[in-house]
């Protein structure tokens, strides 16, 4: 037995929806495990609390995206940041877990020392000073992307006389009445903040490269305020969540059977929006939908602004920027008073924290998935990366649970140590991880991990089924191995002898 205790359990890392989700899960299912959640910033929430552009929303419904164990009760399905924001600071003064939140320390390195199965983490606080805590297990919940240096395509501005603004890094003091405003890019984020600038500015236009498929729906679920009335708040939930998980299922994979099928559909969506008068070809991407993530237009909201006059969508390529605007390879020139580029993201993994073993860097890109939430002969380490085809949460809730599963059978057994062993010679065949064409996908391909062809070695796209698996299966599969510091055997079976 080593001297001392860690400083705790379970260190989470990451204070938005997947870290405040793990803490939650372990309060329900390991209460009497210490944990602390470690968030660089000075607020919650993550994402919700980081982006500040007009429109803040929810891309998908908070049915899904909301937890498994809380109820969504806002009347909006698909809902803006502040609303979203309320639904965590609930949870985490309801179930006690702000107290265990540390803000303003960044996690910068991380170390698993096997002699003494624990996580030497360095973190930097606000005043520049650093601070180690140890801790049994590491829980990563520091999202998918960069929070300091969002996707640069290498624009040139110099000859722009006005404001270019990131989405990332909005101004707070933004007063953009009566100008010109063009958002360059066709995703989520452009479809959220072309309609929500719509109303103040003279004229804001997207302009976009390729279009995007995109999907409109209304921002509140009929079903489920319905349901609301008539049903106890955590059925009428439960019901509203069974529905739209298996929508997603049933949409995705209709996209991926039926790609010609569900163009016309959402071709026809669009129509019934927009009525004849618009160019079609603006919303046809030169792939199949699915490919990339639908972009969700809640109560036709980007239709109506176009309707109005005060929006527009432009397909084109960028030629120069000019002083007023933009000067397309076409010749055509966008007047502009201020540029919004919203032209991505930077994918990171591990909230680009220098992740160490014994000692020795990580290199995550080596290292295949177990269960879509452990790495290959990586011990007591967990991550959250959510779903491409559904609610990021859906993933969330279901990693959470199985660590929380993990932990309470290395604390049965009496062990400290749970690692997924693959041998050197383990002859997998990898699997392209993302089949996915977006932009922030393919270019971080490089640093994400390894995804085999069969199941567990992968980072499944398949809610249902990875719920089953990982609710039902047992823990102790053969692959993922219990032992005590120190017990070094090569044989699984005689290292959880000599942890008995």
């Given at each position: 037995?080593?001297?001392?205790?860690?400083?705790?359990?379970?260190?989470?890392?990451?204070?938005?929806?997947?870290?405040?989700?793990?803490?939650?899960?372990?309060?329900?299912?390991?209460?009497?495990?210490?944990?602390?959640?470690?968030?660089?910033?000075?607020?919650?929430?993550?994402?919700?609390?980081?982006?500040?552009?007009?429109?803040?929303?929810?891309?998908?419904?908070?049915?899904?995206?909301?937890?498994?164990?809380?109820?969504?009760?806002?009347?909006?399905?698909?809902?803006?940041?502040?609303?979203?924001?309320?639904?965590?600071?609930?949870?985490?003064?309801?179930?006690?877990?702000?107290?265990?939140?540390?803000?303003?320390?960044?996690?910068?390195?991380?170390?698993?020392?096997?002699?003494?199965?624990?996580?030497?983490?360095?973190?930097?606080?606000?005043?520049?000073?650093?601070?180690?805590?140890?801790?049994?297990?590491?829980?990563?919940?520091?999202?998918?992307?960069?929070?300091?240096?969002?996707?640069?395509?290498?624009?040139?501005?110099?000859?722009?006389?006005?404001?270019?603004?990131?989405?990332?890094?909005?101004?707070?003091?933004?007063?953009?009445?009566?100008?010109?405003?063009?958002?360059?890019?066709?995703?989520?984020?452009?479809?959220?903040?072309?309609?929500?600038?719509?109303?103040?500015?003279?004229?804001?236009?997207?302009?976009?490269?390729?279009?995007?498929?995109?999907?409109?729906?209304?921002?509140?679920?009929?079903?489920?305020?319905?349901?609301?009335?008539?049903?106890?708040?955590?059925?009428?939930?439960?019901?509203?969540?069974?529905?739209?998980?298996?929508?997603?299922?049933?949409?995705?994979?209709?996209?991926?059977?039926?790609?010609?099928?569900?163009?016309?559909?959402?071709?026809?969506?669009?129509?019934?929006?927009?009525?004849?008068?618009?160019?079609?070809?603006?919303?046809?991407?030169?792939?199949?939908?699915?490919?990339?993530?639908?972009?969700?237009?809640?109560?036709?909201?980007?239709?109506?602004?176009?309707?109005?006059?005060?929006?527009?969508?432009?397909?084109?390529?960028?030629?120069?920027?000019?002083?007023?605007?933009?000067?397309?390879?076409?010749?055509?020139?966008?007047?502009?008073?201020?540029?919004?580029?919203?032209?991505?993201?930077?994918?990171?993994?591990?909230?680009?924290?220098?992740?160490?073993?014994?000692?020795?860097?990580?290199?995550?890109?080596?290292?295949?998935?177990?269960?879509?939430?452990?790495?290959?002969?990586?011990?007591?380490?967990?991550?959250?990366?959510?779903?491409?085809?559904?609610?990021?949460?859906?993933?969330?809730?279901?990693?959470?649970?199985?660590?929380?599963?993990?932990?309470?059978?290395?604390?049965?057994?009496?062990?400290?140590?749970?690692?997924?062993?693959?041998?050197?010679?383990?002859?997998?065949?990898?699997?392209?991880?993302?089949?996915?064409?977006?932009?922030?996908?393919?270019?971080?391909?490089?640093?994400?991990?390894?995804?085999?062809?069969?199941?567990?070695?992968?980072?499944?796209?398949?809610?249902?089924?990875?719920?089953?698996?990982?609710?039902?299966s047992p823990v102790e599969d053969g692959l993922l191995a219990f032992r005590k510091a120190g017990a070094n055997t090569a044989n699984p079976d005689e290292q959880l002898q000599a942890a008995e």
């Amino acid at each position: 037995m080593l001297a001392t205790a860690p400083d705790f359990d379970v260190l989470i890392v990451g204070a938005g929806i997947s870290g405040i989700g793990m803490a939650a899960h372990m309060e329900m299912l390991c209460p009497g495990r210490s944990y602390a959640i470690i968030e660089r910033r000075e607020n919650l929430g993550g994402t919700w609390d980081l982006f500040r552009y007009p429109g803040i929303r929810s891309d998908s419904d908070m049915h899904t995206l909301g937890f498994v164990f809380e109820p969504w009760k806002h009347e909006k399905s698909i809902a803006d940041a502040p609303a979203i924001l309320d639904y965590l600071n609930t949870i985490v003064d309801e179930r006690g877990i702000r107290e265990h939140i540390r803000y303003q320390h960044k996690v910068i390195s991380a170390d698993w020392r096997e002699d003494e199965a624990r996580w030497h983490v360095t973190m930097e606080k606000a005043d520049g000073s650093q601070t180690v805590m140890t801790a049994n297990f590491l829980y990563l919940a520091s999202g998918y992307y960069d929070y300091d240096a969002p996707y640069d395509p290498g624009f040139e501005f110099a000859d722009f006389d006005g404001q270019v603004i990131h989405p990332q890094f909005w101004p707070e003091d933004l007063d953009y009445s009566g100008k010109k405003i063009v958002v360059i890019g066709s995703g989520a984020t452009a479809v959220t903040i072309v309609p929500s600038m719509a109303d103040k500015a003279a004229k804001v236009t997207m302009l976009q490269r390729t279009p995007t498929w995109m999907f409109s729906r209304p921002a509140k679920d009929g079903l489920a305020n319905f349901l609301r009335k008539v049903l106890p708040e955590k059925l009428a939930y439960k019901i509203t969540r069974w529905k739209n998980i298996k929508l997603q299922d049933f949409g995705f994979k209709r996209a991926r059977t039926k790609p010609d099928k569900m163009a016309a559909d959402l071709h026809k969506r669009i129509r019934k929006s927009m009525g004849e008068d618009f160019n079609l070809a603006d919303f046809t991407p030169p792939y199949n939908p699915w490919d990339q993530r639908l972009c969700l237009v809640p109560d036709d909201d980007l239709f109506e602004a176009m309707k109005s006059g005060k929006a527009d969508v432009v397909t084109g390529r960028i030629k120069r920027f000019v002083k007023g605007g933009i000067e397309l390879e076409s010749g055509d020139v966008i007047d502009a008073d201020i540029i919004v580029t919203a032209t991505g993201l930077t994918l990171a993994l591990a909230g680009k924290i220098a992740v160490s073993q014994n000692g020795e860097p990580v290199d995550f890109s080596q290292r295949f998935y177990y269960k879509g939430c452990m790495f290959s002969n990586l011990p007591n380490l967990a991550v959250v990366f959510g779903y491409l085809n559904a609610s990021w949460t859906l993933r969330a809730d279901i990693n959470s649970e199985f660590v929380c599963r993990v932990l309470n059978k290395m604390e049965a057994k009496g062990v400290d140590i749970a690692v997924a062993e693959l041998p050197e010679d383990h002859g997998l065949e990898e699997d392209d991880l993302f089949d996915f064409s977006s932009g922030y996908i393919q270019r971080g391909k490089h640093i994400m991990p390894k995804s085999a062809t069969s199941y567990p070695w992968r980072l499944n796209q398949e809610y249902l089924f990875d719920r089953k698996v990982l609710r039902e299966s047992p823990v102790e599969d053969g692959l993922l191995a219990f032992r005590k510091a120190g017990a070094n055997t090569a044989n699984p079976d005689e290292q959880l002898q000599a942890a008995e």
